[in-house]
C-alpha cells in the first residue's frame, strides 16, 4: 500500500509532499518515503532525484499529514499507477471534487485582511 500525496512538515522547513511506503506508527524511528517534492510538485534543491527513497528521523520532522484522498487513493487496486499519469501532487484527480466543507475553508476572512492592512 502506498500513500500518496502526504504532507511532511519539517523543523524549520517548507512542507514537502512525498509518498509514503506505509502509515506511521508509534515504534517507528523515522519515515521513509518516496517521489519527494515542494508543495507545487517542483524538484526540493537538495534533492537530485525525485524518485529516490528518503528516510527522516522523526527528530526532524513536526508532523505529518495524511490527507483523507491519500488514503482512499491507497485502498484501491488501480493505486499503483505510473506517476506520470498523476497529477502534480501525487493523487488522480480527474474523479476527485472539491467538497462543500473544503470550500468553505478557502473563504477569506475579512477580519484577517483588515488586520495586514493595518500593519
Known amino acids: 500500500m502506498v500513500i500518496r500525496g502526504a504532507v511532511l512538515h519539517l523543523n524549520n522547513e517548507q512542507p514537502l509532499v512525498a509518498d509514503l511506503f506505509e ?3 508509534g ?3 523515522g519515515l ?3 517521489r519527494l517534492r515542494t508543495l507545487d510538485g517542483k524538484r526540493p534543491v537538495f534533492v ?3 524518485a529516490s527513497i528518503f528516510f527522516f528521523p522523526y527528530l ?3 508532523f505529518v499529514e495524511i490527507p483523507p484522498r491519500a488514503l482512499r487513493m491507497a ?3 488501480d493505486s499503483l499507477v505510473d506517476a506520470d ?3 502534480d501532487d501525487g493523487v488522480a484527480g480527474a474523479d476527485e471534487t472539491a467538497s462543500p466543507a473544503d470550500e468553505a475553508d478557502l473563504e477569506i476572512d475579512e477580519d484577517f485582511l483588515r488586520r495586514i492592512r493595518e500593519v
Do not use: G, K, L, N
Request: proline residues 10%.
Open 32 to 34: 521513509r518515503c518516496t
Open 85 to 87: 499519469a498523476r497529477s
Open 75 to 77: 485502498d484501491r487496486p
Open 27 to 29: 515504534t517507528d524511528v
Open 48 to 50: 537530485d532525484d525525485m
Open 23 to 25: 502509515m506511521p506508527v
Open 60 to 62: 526532524h520532522i513536526r
